[in-house]
T-cell receptor, first 114, second 112 residues
């Protein structure tokens, strides 16, 4: 059975801190790993990673994948209160591909205190 | 502008009373998904439509049904909601087998 484990499950930091969120996986037929941000509304897409060692960056957020050690990290620098959300990691792992082969982790609930 | 719209945002139903959740999209995506997400849990795929083809996950209870009358709309029917069905229900879309999903804001279902 495919498994995606995120850690920590919750995290409270102060504004301006840097945080690192972790996602490890055990799947067959790995194809890609995705990060989503879920506030009290629609989960929104952040990154999609398919290759090891290539950092994806968007503003203060960045992510990298390690296919040898089977994990990904999501970094947020200079955190702001607007970064408070649940961050979901999902792994695509089915031979035919497609979002029906996505396995989600439980998410990391990040709280940024002013 | 919202591209995947779910109504209502909050739904309260009684134990055993059928309920329908709706989802519409303006993206013209051919694949639509329904996920169930309980508190502090991972979203769980219930089923998806690839065009008109319905695909049920093996562990989705028979109590859950879906309809897709056209490309833009998809409905989730819960025939006899139980207390364990209280959850956030997320609708999502994608183009073909591309994994990047576009989510709606979800419907939070409470069962009394």
């Amino acid at each position: 059975e495919d498994k995606v484990v995120q850690s920590p499950l919750s995290l409270v930091v102060h504004e301006g801190d840097t945080v690192t969120l972790n996602c490890s996986y055990e799947v067959t037929n790995f194809r890609s790993l995705l990060w989503y941000k879920q506030e009290k509304k629609a989960p929104t897409f952040l990154f999609m990673l398919t290759s090891s060692g290539i950092e994806k960056k968007s503003g203060r957020l960045s992510s990298i994948l390690d296919k040898k050690e089977l994990f990904s990290i999501l970094n947020i620098t200079a955190t702001q209160t607007g970064d408070s959300a649940v961050y979901l990691c999902a792994v695509e792992a089915r031979s035919g591909g497609g979002a029906d082969g996505l396995t989600f982790g439980k998410g990391t609930h990040l709280i940024i205190q002013p | 502008d919202a591209m995947v719209i779910q109504n209502p945002r909050y739904q309260v139903t009684q134990f055993g009373k059928p309920v329908t959740l709706s989802c519409s999209q303006t993206l013209n995506h051919n694949v639509m998904y329904w996920y169930q997400q309980k508190s502090s849990q991972a979203p769980k795929l219930l089923f998806h439509y690839y065009d008109k083809d319905f695909n049920n996950e093996a562990d989705t209870p028979d109590n859950f049904q879906s309809r897709r009358p056209n490309t833009s709309f998809c409905f989730l029917d819960i025939r006899s909601p139980g207390l364990g069905d209280a959850a956030m229900y997320l609708c999502a879309t994608s183009r073909d087998r591309v994994v990047r999903l576009f989510f709606g804001s979800g419907t939070q279902l409470s069962v009394l």
